[in-house]
């Protein structure tokens, strides 16, 4: 169930969206509530600003912290390593992510998303650990991707299965505080990242935040980075869990990214 409107103040015009997903009826919201947040998230839009270009502390929203993660899942795909069309090509055994942050996938949870007791070859899938203690132990293989290694199908053919990214406890509105002053992103655009280099390039939209504490929207920024110096400098996750997703993980702090803007 989903519901996106465009709300209009004084000539200007911006749209958001909300909706509920879930496997069973009982674990959608209602409609009531989709419509409600859907109106929060448009109004909290109206008369954004455009910022200077400057290097800030980011936050990535939960619901664009999970897009975060899910340019791993191509990096370590076994068709990008064979191809070696990949920038962790050597980072197999080797950290990646801070050494407090684990990955773990969970294919036969009950009621999730992406939950399945065999991949799209009918290769049995089974409860790993992506990422453990920040350290990439294996890759994402299908049949014949591990072929071309030498290795043995993980179970990954058609995708991942319930990644779960476990937060250090902080809700959002600490995270707010940590960061002081800097960027909160709740919207992305294009496709500029570089699956060979790591450069990580996209249009954005979100909110200024100022002494922790958001103090107006902004859209019409660039954000720039590369994805090995953004995964490895995360400073915290926080607990505000999105689960709407095959990537369930809350909120992403990073330390500082290039911002473009005015």
């Not at 689960?243 to 992403?252: E, H, K, L, Y």
Request: proline share 3%; glycine share 12%; hydrophobic share 40%.
């Amino acid at each position: 169930l989903s519901s996106c409107v465009i709300a209009e103040e004084n000539g200007d015009m911006e749209r958001d969206y909300a909706y509920t997903i879930g496997r069973a009826m009982s674990d959608l919201q209602t409609p009531e509530w989709v419509g409600a947040d859907c109106a929060r998230r448009t109004l909290s839009r109206l008369s954004p600003r455009k910022l200077s270009t400057m290097k800030a502390p980011v936050i990535f929203a939960n619901e664009v912290a999970t897009g975060l993660f899910g340019h791993l899942v191509g990096a370590i795909a076994g068709g990008s390593v064979y191809r070696k069309s990949t920038f962790l090509l050597d980072s197999l055994g080797k950290q990646i992510l801070p050494d407090w942050l684990t990955i773990e996938e969970h294919p036969h949870l009950l009621k999730g998303l992406a939950s399945t007791p065999f991949d799209s070859e009918g290769v049995r899938t089974e409860r790993r650990d992506i990422i453990k203690d920040g350290i990439l132990t294996q890759w994402l293989l299908t049949s014949y991707s591990a072929r071309k290694l030498g290795l043995k199908s993980t179970g990954h053919a058609g995708g991942i299965h319930n990644w779960r990214i476990a937060g250090q406890g902080l809700s959002f509105e600490q995270m707010l505080k940590e960061m002081g002053t800097g960027l909160v992103v709740t919207e992305l655009m294009g496709q500029g990242v570089s699956a060979i280099t790591g450069d990580y390039s996209r249009g954005a939209a979100g909110f200024w935040v100022e002494n922790g504490e958001i103090q107006y929207p902004v859209s019409e920024i660039t954000i720039a980075g590369n994805l090995k110096d953004m995964w490895r400098n995360i400073v915290t996750v926080g607990n505000d869990i999105e689960t709407r997703s095959n990537i369930q993980c809350g909120s992403v702090l990073l330390p500082e990214m290039k911002i473009a803007g005015q």
